[in-house]
Structures are given as C-alpha cells and as structure tokens.
C-alpha cells in the first residue's frame, strides 16, 4: 500500500490517498478547500491513473470534510463514517460560518463505520478501529500487512487530540489509545490528521501525554 499526504485548508490538515499496484484509491479526510486546493489532488490522482473507490471520514469535524462534496461530485463516492458524527453533520454550516470557510455540504452516508469493520479496495484491507475521546465518532483505519494506523485526531506527533469540543473526553481518549493504539506493534507507522507522522513505538516512549 502506498500513501499520498496533502496539507489542505487554514487548520493545515491532513489528507490523505491509499492505493496499491491495482490502483484502486481511498480517499480520506479531503479537507480541500479551494480550487488550488482541489487541483492538486486531482492533478495527482490523475496522473497516477487511480481509481477512487471509497470516501472515508475519519470524524466529522469541518476541517476533514470541507472537500466531501467535491470528491462525492468528482467520483459519485458516498461518504462514510462513524454513525456518531451524524451529530456534527448539521451542524457544520454554522461553523464554517464562524471560520469564514467555504462549506457545500455533504452527501449523507448510506452505511456506517463500527469497530471492527474491514474496508477493503484492491488487494488492501483496512480494520476499523473507534476511539472516542477527541470526538464521539473517531476512528483509526489499520492495516496489518503494511503496519501503518491513520489516527485522524486521535494520536499525534507527540500529543493527542484536543478534548474540549463538543463530545470530547480526556480519559475516554488516553485509555483508547492505551488500549486499542499501544496494543499494536511498536513499528506501526502512524499518519495523523495533522503534523507528521510518527510510530506507535515512539509515543509510547515520547509522547508527554504517557508514560511507559
């Protein structure tokens, strides 16, 4: 599995491409924001001859979705995500609003993502892993043959996500990560929804927020 990392919107977030020798493609998080912005992800996707196939959330928070009606306009995806984030869904208008953002909404989800789920495009396979905290509907997507985890805003280049937001809590997220993240090999490679990417292994001895 390869990973293509774009740096999109004002919160400076993370999207990211999954593909492998098939060429099938997810999409997750597509934070574009303008047509810079949305160009350049498809000028990449374009010139790699892929094939999206799914569009993924990792939560719904405005800064991850700002590009799902484009990407859902662009290649008939639907999107999908954690049946908690139906909370933000109506939401996110007013809070575009606030930041001064360009929002056109979002198709909704004809299915949910739960724990467990396996997300599968060409020959890959990703697990869906919930860990609530940051927000009620995050999820991690791991795939085992590769050892990679994409955290959204669960897990962090030595932090964790903020848990002051609506559906936010601290100890909810600090024992997901210890039980659900810290479990996995300590070579996991970990793509968060911002900054770079780190391991599980080194969180586990540098991350302030633990202490192993």
Do not use: W
Request: aromatic share 12%; with cysteine.
């Amino acid at each position: 599995m390869e990973i293509a990392r774009f740096i999109f919107n004002a919160f400076a977030e993370n999207t990211y491409l999954l593909f492998d020798e098939t060429k099938e493609c997810v999409i997750i998080d597509p934070g574009c924001n303008n047509e810079f912005e949305e160009s350049s992800l498809i000028k990449f996707i374009r010139n790699q001859g892929l094939k999206p196939v799914k569009l993924i959330n990792t939560h719904f928070h405005i800064d991850h979705v700002l590009g799902n009606h484009f990407i859902s306009s662009q290649f008939q995806l639907i999107p999908e995500f954690h049946e908690e984030g139906m909370f933000f869904f109506d939401r996110q208008e007013d809070i575009a609003d606030k930041y001064g953002m360009n929002y056109n909404g979002s198709k909704k989800p004809e299915q949910f993502l739960s724990e467990g789920d396996l997300i599968r495009f060409g020959h890959t396979t990703l697990k869906v892993i919930h860990v609530p905290g940051h927000s009620r509907d995050s999820i991690c997507l791991y795939n085992n043959d590769d050892k990679i985890l994409i955290s959204g805003d669960v897990l962090f280049q030595g932090s964790i996500g903020r848990t002051d937001l609506p559906g936010g809590d601290y100890d909810t997220l600090i024992e997901g990560i210890k039980t659900k993240l810290f479990t996995l090999d300590d070579s996991t490679r970990v793509f968060p929804g911002h900054g770079e990417s780190t391991t599980i292994g080194d969180e586990k001895v540098y991350n302030p927020f633990f202490r192993y």
